[in-house]
């Protein structure tokens, strides 16, 4: 709590700060003036919660500075000093509602007892407005929640009537059982909304000002990542608004105000009653179908468009097929991207058929590349969870985009296993050609194959499971018992050399350490 003292006297003002302990009734930061004019000054940049102020002061008197710090805070509590208890400075004080206007000379008690009444009133107003503006940011929240309830409720197939005329009078909807309507749905052209906490209530926010743009009232909920649901009606005097181009322009807009996310949408026929609500539901579901060959920002309006049986070239998966097997990653690429127009260019508008001749080509896909010895998975992308969200996705449009992803990235790996696999052919010649130089390091390797010494030890690790120190050791001692078989009268410290041991007795603890034997017991062994 920040208290500021306006007196002239400075024997006066310092009394106070040593006779009072200020800090034990609440206040934490003290500022003082010695006039009125200074009083507003210091008040400006310090923004006092209570001001302790006298009367009688040069150049701005206590009374006329008080009524100028209540213009810039008017919550400010203010106590009055005077050694003049006439009636006009009570009258002042009273205008003012000061909380006190105490006489000088006063004791100490009595200052202190003001000050902590102050500081009372203060923490009470403070709570007050806490407890307001927290009731205000739950109506902000909390009715866009309650309307979204009501939303999800009218659609479900099997409707509570009654909890719904509960929850559409306790939510302040206008909305009558016999209200014209028509339901909308909202999904990701991709596999999901986003899952930042803002982004639903950005949406409805947004949403709600586009239906009252178009002179309608709705109903808007966000349900999971996958589904955004707007029940919308005409006011009684305007039920033509609920016609298909309205509605149209209304989802486009939408769909515009969202710049960030692509999405699709559909809309059922206008129909009347709230409990037509769930078929309209249904009727969007199945219009929303036909935005999935359209692409992002496509907007459905005809549920009844008809769906042909939507036939699948079986060369098409089997070209895709011919491409993984001869790795040609180009050509799988090609293929999926031919398969994908011809699914647009067909009559059909079948999603669910196209969704499976496209999981049957991710099948395929992971077959070729278990085959290969390839983990298929992308990070958590396990074979399921790829066709669920196949079965997911909005448009046809980023299901393609996801499986040419997946070709793209999987002839990468080929590629680099490709490459790994010349440059690990390329560390073991070095070692075979340098074995016999004890001090053949991981920085000589390195600069021969034209790596750093870390990309090096890492790439031979994870192409042979043992770092290139142990590949070292083990090939020089594969090499000395070619010598023990092959020179016999050489002596150890020679074939220790010979191997590329600089030490023969490590040479020594290394053999017996990988065969159990000495090098001696080993050539006596290995004699004929």
């Known amino acids: 709590m920040r208290l500021l003292i306006a007196e002239d006297e400075y024997y006066t003002r310092q009394g106070i700060m040593d006779e009072i302990d200020?800090?034990?009734?609440?206040?934490?930061?003290v500022a003082q003036a010695d006039d009125g004019v200074n009083a507003l000054r210091i008040a400006e940049a310090f923004r006092p919660d209570i001001v302790l102020a006298d009367v009688r002061m040069p150049r701005m008197d206590g009374i006329a500075m008080s009524f100028e710090l209540r213009k810039s805070f008017p919550h400010c509590h203010i106590v009055i000093m005077s050694g003049y208890a006439d009636k006009e400075y009570l009258k002042s004080a009273i205008e003012l509602k000061a909380v006190s206007y105490i006489e000088k000379p006063f004791r100490t008690r009595e200052l202190r007892e003001v000050l902590a009444r102050a500081v009372s009133l203060c923490h009470q107003e403070r709570n007050r407005e806490e407890r307001e503006a927290a009731l205000l940011k739950r109506a902000?929240?909390?009715?866009?929640?309650?309307?979204g309830e009501v939303a999800l409720m009218l659609v479900q197939q099997n409707q509570d009537e009654e909890r719904i005329r509960h929850v559409i009078e306790a939510s302040g909807v206008p909305v009558a059982t016999d209200s014209s309507l028509a339901v909308a749905v909202v999904r990701p052209a991709g596999f999901a909304f986003p899952e930042e906490p803002g982004f639903r209530e950005d949406f409805v926010t947004r949403a709600d000002a586009e239906v009252v743009r178009s002179s309608l009232a709705g109903l808007v909920a966000v349900k999971?990542?996958?589904?955004?649901?707007?029940?919308?009606?005409?006011?009684?005097?305007?039920?033509?608004?609920?016609d298909e181009k309205t509605l149209a322009a209304l989802l486009g807009r939408i769909l515009k105000s969202m710049p960030l996310v692509a999405m699709v949408a559909a809309a059922g026929p206008r129909v009347t009653g709230l409990s037509a609500a769930p078929g309209n539901y249904r009727a969007a579901c199945s219009a929303i179908g036909h935005a999935f060959f359209s692409g992002a920002g496509a907007i459905a309006m005809d549920a009844t468009a008809p769906r042909n049986?939507?036939?699948i070239s079986a060369s098409l998966i089997d070209d895709f097929q011919a491409c993984l097997d001869r790795e040609d990653g180009a050509g799988a690429v090609g293929?999926?991207?031919a398969h994908a127009h011809a699914l647009r260019a067909a009559e059909s508008r079948d999603a669910d058929r196209a969704r499976d001749s496209l999981t049957r080509m991710v099948l395929r896909l992971t077959t070729f590349a278990e085959r290969r010895g390839i983990d298929p998975r992308d990070g958590e992308q396990s074979l399921r969870r790829l066709t669920d969200r196949i079965e997911r996705a909005g448009t046809l449009d980023a299901i393609a985009a996801l499986l040419e992803a997946r070709v793209t990235l999987l002839f990468e790996r080929i590629e680099r296993q490709a490459v790994e696999g010349r440059l690990i052919m390329e560390i073991k010649r070095v070692v075979h050609g340098g074995f016999q130089q004890p001090g053949l390091s991981i920085e000589d390797i390195a600069r021969d194959v034209g790596?750093?010494?870390a990309s090096v030890c890492r790439l031979f690790k994870e192409a042979t499971g043992q770092t290139i120190h142990r590949y070292m050791t083990m090939?020089?001692?594969?090499?000395?018992?070619?010598?023990?078989?092959?020179?016999?009268?050489?002596?150890m410290t020679e074939v220790a050399a010979r191997a590329g041991f600089a030490d023969a007795n490590y040479f020594a603890r290394a053999f017996r350490k990988e065969t159990g034997l000495s090098p001696s017991e080993f050539r006596e062994k290995a004699s004929p």
């Open 224 to 242: 999971g990542t996958e589904e955004a649901i707007l029940v919308l009606y005409a006011k009684p005097e305007t039920p033509r608004l609920l």
């Open 475 to 491: 090939y020089r001692l594969e090499r000395a018992k070619d010598l023990l078989r092959d020179v016999r009268q050489a002596k």
């Open 22 to 29: 200020l800090a034990a009734i609440g206040v934490d930061e």
């Open 140 to 147: 902000q929240t909390g009715m866009p929640l309650l309307r």
């Open 335 to 337: 293929v999926l991207r």
């Open 451 to 453: 790596l750093s010494p």
């Open 309 to 311: 049986s939507l036939t």
